[in-house]
């Protein structure tokens, strides 16, 4: 995808059905061994799911597709969800604050407040910049 495709023809690569299975069998492992860390006993279900997901990756990853397919559609759905919100927030609670603190206190990093007294906005250089030849064929 270019910067001038729109998002909604972005294809995404899925997982392979073997790595998706594979994936979900370390998950269900963790989720049965977590308990342990708390002195509470494992949860056997888990161990029984992480197996199944096993046993389907390495011997009809196939059959996991439909898991795959559905799984990438909500990993999609959240990123439609949580991309903005989360921009949002950063915006609202770093980029904001630090602009009105930056205008309270007179800050004008990019020279960009209007100086009636100015003949010209020209930022000398020194020493100058390369010369004009050097710029003529740059690729």
């Given at each position: 995808?270019?910067?001038?495709?729109?998002?909604?023809?972005?294809?995404?690569?899925?997982?392979?059905?073997?790595?998706?299975?594979?994936?979900?069998?370390?998950?269900?492992?963790?989720?049965?061994?977590?308990?342990?860390?708390?002195?509470?006993?494992?949860?056997?279900?888990?161990?029984?799911?992480?197996?199944?997901?096993?046993?389907?990756?390495?011997?009809?990853?196939?059959?996991?597709?439909?898991?795959?397919?559905l799984?990438?559609?909500?990993?999609?759905?959240?990123?439609?969800?949580?991309?903005?919100?989360?921009?949002?927030?950063l915006?609202?609670?770093?980029?904001?604050?630090?602009?009105?603190?930056?205008?309270?206190?007179?800050?004008?990093?990019?020279?960009?407040?209007?100086?009636?007294?100015?003949?010209?906005?020209?930022?000398?250089?020194?020493?100058?910049?390369?010369?004009?030849?050097?710029?003529?064929n740059?690729?």
């Open positions: 995808m270019n910067e001038h495709q729109p998002r909604h023809l972005a294809q995404v690569a899925n997982a392979t059905d073997r790595s998706f299975g594979i994936v979900f069998t370390i998950f269900f492992a963790i989720v049965g061994l977590l308990p342990l860390f708390s002195a509470h006993p494992v949860r056997i279900w888990a161990f029984i799911v992480s197996t199944l997901f096993l046993l389907l990756a390495l011997l009809r990853p196939s059959s996991l597709a439909p898991l795959n397919k799984w990438t559609k909500f990993g999609a759905l959240l990123h439609r969800i949580v991309s903005p919100v989360a921009l949002g927030v915006f609202f609670l770093v980029v904001t604050p630090t602009g009105l603190l930056m205008r309270l206190f007179g800050k004008d990093p990019l020279r960009l407040r209007l100086d009636r007294n100015a003949k010209s906005y020209w930022i000398e250089r020194s020493p100058p910049g390369p010369d004009a030849e050097s710029l003529k740059q690729f």
